[in-house]
């Protein structure tokens, strides 16, 4: 998923790239994997969107896109 794939209210998982489980797996490791309740900013590109991870579907993100992950006491 990059900055592209995303808006304020959705994210596109039509027309993103995909990537092997292999590099899922990776990619979670090393905490590019968002997960429900996340915040995605974008901070390359187009800087300033803003997305609300609502889903629990497995993805991952590219550099372009920073994980804000509020504690749970917050959420």
């Not at 808006?7 to 090393?30: H, L, P, Q, R």
């Amino acid at each position: 998923m990059t900055v592209k794939d995303v808006t304020d209210s959705e994210m596109d998982f039509v027309n993103c790239s995909f990537i092997t489980t292999e590099d899922y797996i990776a990619a979670k490791e090393g905490n590019s994997a968002p997960q429900k309740g996340d915040v995605l900013f974008s901070k390359d590109g187009t800087v300033g969107k803003v997305h609300v991870v609502t889903t629990n579907r497995p993805f991952a993100v590219l550099s372009s896109l920073a994980i804000l992950r509020p504690k749970k006491e917050y959420s």
